[in-house]
C-alpha cells in the first residue's frame, strides 16, 4: 500500500511533474456503479453487511473507508478518461482493480475502476470502441467475464498461465505465458500483438493496465522480465498509440517485489514515458 503514496511524491521530488498535474476525485456515483455492478452488491459495500466468507475472496476486511477509497479510485479513473480526451493520457496513481464481478469483488478488488470507466463512456456516446489491455502478471479475470457479450469492449490480457486467477475467464484474446518468461519473449510477443489489435480493433480509447508484477524481483509474478524490459513494455504501448492518435487511461495494477523502492522506480517509470512520448509539460 505504501507505494500509493510514494509514486506522487517521488515524481514531484525528481520535478517529473508538479502539483498542478495533480487531481483529487471525489466518490463516485452509485448510478455511475450500478451500471456495471450489481445493486446488491454495492449496498452491502455500503452498509458493510459482506459475509465472511465474500470479505476472504476479496483479502481484506470491510471497512466504509476501504469501501470509500475503491469509489474514489473508480471516480479517478472516469477522471483519467476526460483528462486523456485533452492530453492523450493520463493516469491514475492507484487503479486496474480487474478482478472484481458484476455481483462480487476479488483478489483485493471490490469494484472493477476500468470496466465502470469504461461503461460510463459508452453510456455517454463518448467513444464507439474500446480496447483494454491488461498487462498485470494476472489475468483480468473480472473484466473478462464483465464484457463476455459485449462487441464494443475488446479484453485483451497477458499474463501468467499458471499464476493467480487459477480458474481463469475467457478474454478476447488472452495470452497465458510460461514460468520465466524473458525480456526476449515477452516484448516481440507484445509488440506484434498490439500491432495486430490496434488493425484489428479500430480502438478510439485504450485502458492500459501497467501492473509491474511482471519484475523479475516480484514474489508472486513467475516471470523473468528486468527493469529496463518493464519500462521497454511501457514504451511499445505508449508509442503505439501515440502513433495512431488513441487516449489512453492507465492505472498501476500490481506489484510486489520485496524492495518497495523497486516498485516505485518500475511504476515511475509508466509515468516518465507518458510524459514524454505524449510531450507533456
Known amino acids: 500500500m505504501l507505494k500509493y503514496e510514494l509514486i506522487p511524491e517521488q515524481l514531484l521530488y525528481e520535478g517529473s511533474i508538479t502539483q498542478e498535474n495533480l487531481f483529487a476525485p471525489t466518490v463516485c456515483s452509485d448510478k455511475v456503479v450500478l451500471l456495471t455492478h450489481d445493486k446488491t452488491y454495492l449496498e452491502k459495500l455500503k452498509q458493510q453487511t459482506l459475509s465472511a466468507k465474500e470479505q476472504r475472496h476479496i483479502g481484506f476486511p470491510q471497512s466504509p473507508e476501504l469501501t470509500e477509497r475503491e469509489l474514489i479510485i473508480t471516480q479517478g479513473t472516469i477522471d483519467c478518461c476526460m483528462h486523456a480526451f485533452e492530453n492523450g493520457v493520463s493516469m491514475n496513481v492507484a487503479g486496474g482493480t480487474h478482478h472484481a464481478f458484476a455481483d462480487r ?103 492500459y493496465l501497467s501492473g509491474v508484477d511482471i519484475l523479475e524481483t516480484d514474489k508472486f509474478g513467475k516471470l523473468k522480465v528486468t527493469m529496463q524490459g518493464c519500462k521497454q513494455r511501457d514504451e511499445i504501448v505508449f508509442s503505439k498509440l501515440r502513433q495512431h492518435h488513441i487516449p489512453c487511461t492507465v492505472a498501476m495494477g500490481g506489484g510486489y517485489s520485496p524492495d518497495v523502492r523497486t516498485i516505485v522506480e518500475a511504476h515511475c517509470n509508466t509515468f516518465r514515458l507518458a510524459k514524454d512520448i505524449w510531450g507533456l509539460n
Open 105 to 207: 469483488g476479488e483478489g483485493f478488488c471490490l469494484l472493477n475502476d476500468f470496466a465502470t470507466a469504461a461503461n460510463y463512456l459508452l453510456q455517454q456516446n463518448l467513444v464507439k470502441q474500446i480496447l483494454i489491455v491488461d498487462l498485470d502478471v494476472h489475468q483480468g479475470n473480472g473484466t473478462a467475464r464483465l464484457f463476455e457479450n459485449n462487441n464494443r469492449v475488446f479484453t485483451f490480457s497477458m499474463h501468467g498461465a499458471h499464476n493467480y486467477p487459477f480458474h481463469k475467464e475467457t478474454s478476447d484474446l488472452d495470452i497465458g505465458l510460461k514460468d520465466g518468461t524473458d525480456d526476449s519473449i515477452y516484448l516481440p510477443l507484445l509488440q506484434n500483438t498490439l500491432d495486430m489489435l490496434i488493425d484489428k480493433v479500430k480502438p478510439d480509447f485504450v485502458f
